[in-house]
């Protein structure tokens, strides 16, 4: 069976509420095996809600289809600041040694293995929670705004990272930014959450591996003014 052809999520009708609130309603979201999506939302239109319930961690109405292991990496890296790099990836892993060495190597941080969280660079940090998530062999990975704490030249560095990484483990990625750029530059669909469900997906056409410098594209321009006044 073709990879690419293959459903690793199917989000249906999901209607999620806060005090009795309706945050999210009748959503619905599909994600290919191996495909890297990204939401963009004005803050509060309820995109952590949507990872948060995709995760099991809040009750809704509707309807998940899910494989049984999902990784997550949060704004605030939630890394142990008691454990070093080393010891962070490899936790609760049973064989870690083989998959800590490799991850080590992926995330080019062999060489802070030792290292506590205090003594890394906000972008480092990062690089551990995603090697972390990574160890554990999810089949997909939520991104709650992960760079959104870092500042613009990090970032950028580690956009390019993740996508040199993603390329490498052709994981499936459902990743929430407020950055339209970030969204198009990383992903093959720009998926717009608004009013409570997603109301417009965009393609994204721009050939694999990608450089930087697709960001100065005026057709890249274009697409970045088209969300935006959406979003509006």
Known sequence: MDRENVNDLSVRDICVKYNGEAVLKNLDLTLKRGEFAAIVGQS?????????????????????????????????????????????????????????NHYLNMVDLKDKENNFPFELSGGQIQRVALARTLAANPEIILMDEPYGALDVYTRDKMQKWLLDIWQKERKTILFVTHSIEEAIYLADRVLVLKDKAIRKEFRINFRRPRSCDIKFDKSFIELKKRIAKLLN
């Open 44 to 100: 509060g239109c309820g995109k952590t809600t949507l990872l948060n319930a995709i995760a099991g961690f809040i009750p809704y109405e509707g309807s998940i289809a899910k494989p049984p292991k999902i990784g997550i990496v949060f704004q605030n890296c939630a890394v142990f600041p008691w454990l070093n790099v080393k010891n962070n990836i490899s936790f609760g892993l049973e064989d870690s040694h083989k998959a800590l």
